[in-house]
Structure formats: C-alpha cells, structure tokens
Nanobody, 126 residues
C-alpha cells in the first residue's frame, strides 16, 4: 500500500488548510486511517484518526473543535480539515493507516500503524 498525502502549505494564524491522504495499491481492508505530526527535535504526536468501518473518530485535545477528519470510502481517502490554525500547529503532518481498527486507548500509538505517508509540511505564521 502507498499513502499519498497532499495539501500542506504556509498560512497565517486563523487560516484554514485541508490535508488529504489516499491509500493506493491496497490489498487489504482498511481498519483505520489517521494523521500524526512532528516538529524537529520532538516526538511524533497524534492528531486525529477514523476507524474505517465505523467505531469512532478520535482527536488530540489540542485540535478538538478546530480540526475535522473525514473519509471517502470509495476513494480510500481521508481528509483533515484544519481551521483556526495556530503557530503551534506548525509541523510535518504524516498520514498513517493500518488494517486493524483500534480502540480509543490504542489510536494515538503510532507504532501500531503499519503504513505511513511521506509527510506534508504545514507552517502557520503569526
């Protein structure tokens, strides 16, 4: 499987961006897709995820109310709508997927995801 992420860019505080990630060359049934982010020198951080066949949508506390994750089943694509962006949202955003859906306590654990996209830079300036 390949995860192709797109949609990053440079914006001002309060602006919006929409990230997309498509799972291609897939030979398994999707269990979960989500987004993580990483700033140089810091650990990778969970952002949001969605269990593919129902069973929950999950957000990090830092993005609740501002970010929305959604999916398009037919396209094996997940979108991350990011509104009211803040400078602290600046990071490289990575799409992740796994063939197992996850319970809430496991969703933020990046090592449980088998597939990762190439990352897309999001820069928010004040």
């Amino acid at each position: 499987v390949q995860l192709q992420a797109s949609g990053g860019g440079s914006v001002q505080t309060g602006d919006s961006l929409r990230l997309s990630c498509a799972a291609t060359e897939r030979t398994f049934s999707l269990g979960i897709m989500g987004w993580f982010r990483q700033v140089p020198g810091k650990e990778r951080e969970f952002v949001a995820a969605i269990n593919w066949l129902g069973g929950g949508i999950f957000y990090a506390d830092s993005v609740k109310g501002r970010f929305t994750i959604s999916k398009v089943n037919a396209q094996s694509t997940v979108h991350l709508q990011m509104n009211s962006l803040k400078p602290e949202d600046t990071a490289v955003y990575y799409c992740a997927a796994d063939d197992n859906r996850k319970i809430a306590t496991s969703v933020p654990l990046g090592y449980l995801y088998d597939w990762w996209g190439q990352g897309t830079q999001v820069t928010v300036s004040s």
